[in-house]
């Protein structure tokens, strides 16, 4: 066999499998499997007839399992991520603030923790921040030490 390391590696076989898929191969199939158990004279195939056909291949049922696995992970690693970006928002928040720039990243981060959802304590310091900020700029007191 001239390549035999071809046959032997995963990317093959996914690239084999996505190309078959893709392709067509899978419902060509499928139309195959309906056309035996039809009648020979009669070569139409009612919607109905291959809505049904789809649902029951057992292709079609592990990849509809598959994708509502994907989904679910995807929706337990957004809530996680979610969960992530509000916590690293309040340590940013509640950080000392020791300069104006400083200051004034911690009010964006108030601003995009609060578009979040979050509440509570963040929102006071969100708050507590602003007032500061405001009594800051009125006062032209940049000094934080």
């Given at each position: 066999m001239p390549f035999p390391q071809l046959f032997a590696s995963p990317e093959f076989w996914s690239a084999f499998l996505v190309a078959s898929v893709g392709s067509g191969g899978v419902l060509a199939w499928i139309l195959r499997r309906i056309d035996r158990h039809l009648d020979r004279h009669d070569m139409t195939i009612t919607r109905d007839e291959l809505d049904r056909a789809l649902a029951e291949s057992p292709v079609i049922l592990?990849?509809?399992?598959?994708?509502?696995?994907?989904?679910?992970?995807?929706?337990?690693?957004?809530?996680?991520?979610?969960?992530?970006?509000?916590?690293?928002?309040?340590?940013?928040?509640?950080?000392?603030?020791?300069?104006?720039?400083?200051?004034?990243?911690?009010?964006?981060?108030?601003?995009?923790?609060?578009?979040?959802?979050?509440?509570?304590?963040?929102?006071?310091?969100?708050?507590?921040?602003?007032?500061?900020?405001?009594?800051?700029?009125?006062?032209?007191?940049?000094?934080?030490?």
């Open positions: 592990a990849l509809e399992s598959k994708l509502d696995r994907d989904y679910t992970r995807l929706d337990e690693s957004e809530r996680d991520r979610r969960a992530i970006r509000l916590d690293v928002l309040r340590i940013e928040m509640f950080a000392h603030t020791n300069t104006r720039t400083q200051h004034e990243r911690q009010l964006e981060a108030g601003k995009e923790y609060l578009a979040l959802g979050g509440n509570g304590l963040g929102h006071a310091r969100y708050d507590a921040l602003k007032a500061d900020y405001v009594r800051r700029e009125t006062e032209c007191d940049w000094e934080y030490r």
